[in-house]
C-alpha cells in the first residue's frame, strides 16, 4: 500500500517534512498547502490555502489518506474531526489534547498531575492577585517567569529578575493577553528541545535539538521564532535520556487518562538546571527551525510511523538516530523581527540546493523574492558539529539577496 499525503503549512519545518516524506517508499503522491514559491522550485506540489472546507474538499477530490499538520493553529480548530468525518486521517492531537501547548495552565495540571519535574507555579486572575504575589516575592531568593495562558506567539512568556520588571510585564501582558496568567519561578540552566511521535500510550523519540531564539547573539537582543539549530544537544546523558523518557511516557499516560489518545508529534521544551531535567513547556508539533535539524538525522521513515500510529500499531521505541551531526542555519530579511522588514528582494540561487529549506518567499515575475522575516535556510550533515556547520554556511554562503542576515554563531 503507497500513501497520498498532505502536509499543512508554509515554512521551512514543512519544507523539510516534505522532503523527508517525499524518500519515503510508501509514498504515493505529495502535496504542501500552501507551501512556498521555494517548495515549488524544489518540485513539491504546493496547493493554494483556501481555507478548512476547500481542505477537505482536497482530500476527497484526490483521495488523500492522510493529513500532517504543521504549525499548531491548525490543532486548535476542528479541522481534525471534520477530516475524520470524511474520512481523512489527520495525524494531528484532538483540540482538547492540543490545550498542551494553547493554554500553559492545562499543560501545567498535567505536569503536576503526571508527577514531572516542572517549575513552580501559582494562577493570576487579576492584577491584585498579581500585585499581592510579586509583593510577597523574595527577588533575592530567584527571578519569576511570567507567562501568559493562550497562544502568544511567541510573545506571551516574561523573565522577570528584579520587582521592578515583573511589575511591568504583569500589567504589559494582562494588556495584551489577560487573565488567567501563570507566575513560575526562575529556573536556571542550558535549554533543549526533545521530540518525539505519539500515538496513545506509544511513543517513538525522535530525537533532541537546541536553537537560537535570539536574533543576535546578545542574549538581551530581541526574541525571533529561530534563527538556527543544532541536533543533537551535546549536553545531556544517560540519566538525563531516562528522565525524557519518563516526561514522555507519563505525559501520554495523564493525557489518555482523559479519555482522549495523543496522536501526532509532542514537543518538550526543556531546561537541564542544577537539579535534573525540567520541563519548561509542551508544544504539539515539530519546532521550526528544529526540525531542519532534527529531519535530516533520522535513520527512519517517518510515513511508516505516522501509519503505524493510524493504525494503532505503534512500539515505543527510540528509531535509529544517524551518528551525524546536522546544523541549521536560518537566512532573515533585513529589519526581522521587527514589522519593517526590507522584502520583495531578488533572491540568487546556486545550482545545488541540497539542504536548503524556504519559508519567507513567493514568486514575482518567475522570480525568487523574500515575502517574510524567516526567509530560508541551510542544514547540512556531517560526522562532527563543527564539519556540518562549515558545511551549512557555505550552502547559505551561495545565496544572496539584498539585506539577507543570518547569526554568525549557529552551532558553534
Ligand atoms: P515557554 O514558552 O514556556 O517555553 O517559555 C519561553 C522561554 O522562556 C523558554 O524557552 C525559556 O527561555 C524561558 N522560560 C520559560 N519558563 C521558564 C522558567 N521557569 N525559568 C526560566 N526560564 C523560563
Ligand atoms: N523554535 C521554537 C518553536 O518552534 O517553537
Known sequence: MKYRVLILGQGGREHALAE??????????LWVCPGNAGMSLRGLSCVADDGADAVVAFCQQNRVHIVVPGPEAYMVTDLKARLHAAGVYCFAPTPHLAQLESSKRFAKGILREAGLPTARAEQIDDLATGRRALAAHDFARGGIVLKADGLAAGKGVVVCPDRGRAEQALHALAAAHGFPMLLEEELAGPELSAFALCAGDAFCLLGTACDYKR???????????????YSPCDFIDDADWRAIN?????????????GQRYEGFLFAGLMKTATGIQVLEFNVRLGDPEAQALLPRLGCDLLALIVQARDGQLQTAAPAERAECAVHVVAASQGYPQADMLLGQAITLPPDLTGITFAGVSSRQGQLVNSGGRVLGAAALAPSRARARARAYERLGAITFNGMYCRPDIGQ
Open 20 to 29: 523527508h516524506l517525499a524518500a519515503s517508499p510508501l509514498l504515493d503522491s
Open 215 to 229: 536574533i543576535s547573539p546578545d542574549p538581551y537582543s530581541a526574541n525571533t521564532g529561530g534563527m538556527g539549530a
Open 246 to 258: 519518563r516526561i514522555f511516557a507519563r505525559t501520554l499516560q495523564v493525557l489518555g487518562a482523559q
